[in-house]
């Protein structure tokens, strides 16, 4: 599999249930919300996020390059037991495309290590005007 790394430092924040998604929260490269009857969550740029939030942060998101077929299996097995192995611990989300996994920033370059170790490719994701971030 390749991953593509983004260079934005994320959060995860935690906000109530049937809580609106705050104005700071979508000026991000990667935004996401999860909704259920007991919390609402949010991923967003972590320096949007206010100090009196609660959140986990900081987070680096790994793109798993898709899009991936819906019959594929196996997928976030493959790619979460080589960081189960090197004791990174994971945020992961998906979206119709692909699957993405979080990990703490102070252990992406950790993570990327594991994942080539086992056979992954890891580049910097490549924004919409076609040039490598570095």
């Given at each position: 599999?390749k991953l593509n790394?983004?260079?934005?430092?994320l959060?995860?924040?935690?906000?109530?249930?049937g809580?609106?998604?705050?104005?700071?929260?979508?000026?991000?490269s990667?935004?996401?919300v999860?909704?259920?009857?007991t919390?609402?969550?949010?991923?967003?740029?972590?320096?949007s996020?206010?100090?009196?939030?609660?959140?986990?942060?900081?987070?680096?998101?790994?793109?798993?390059?898709?899009?991936?077929?819906?019959?594929?299996?196996g997928?976030?097995?493959?790619l979460?037991a080589?960081?189960?192995?090197a004791?990174?611990?994971?945020?992961?989300?998906?979206?119709?495309?692909?699957d993405?996994?979080?990990v703490?920033?102070?252990?992406?370059?950790?993570?990327?290590?594991?994942?080539?170790?086992?056979?992954?490719?890891?580049?910097?994701?490549?924004?919409?005007?076609g040039k490598a971030?570095?």
């Amino acid at each position: 599999m390749k991953l593509n790394r983004f260079p934005e430092t994320l959060a995860v924040v935690r906000l109530g249930p049937g809580a609106e998604v705050p104005r700071w929260a979508e000026s991000s490269s990667i935004f996401s919300v999860t909704a259920t009857a007991t919390e609402t969550s949010v991923v967003c740029a972590a320096r949007s996020v206010p100090t009196k939030a609660v959140a986990q942060r900081p987070f680096t998101a790994f793109e798993v390059e898709g899009p991936l077929d819906f019959a594929l299996t196996g997928i976030l097995s493959g790619l979460l037991a080589p960081l189960a192995e090197a004791s990174i611990s994971v945020f992961t989300l998906s979206t119709h495309d692909t699957d993405w996994i979080l990990v703490p920033s102070d252990a992406a370059d950790r993570a990327a290590e594991a994942w080539r170790a086992a056979g992954h490719e890891v580049a910097p994701a490549v924004p919409a005007t076609g040039k490598a971030n570095k």
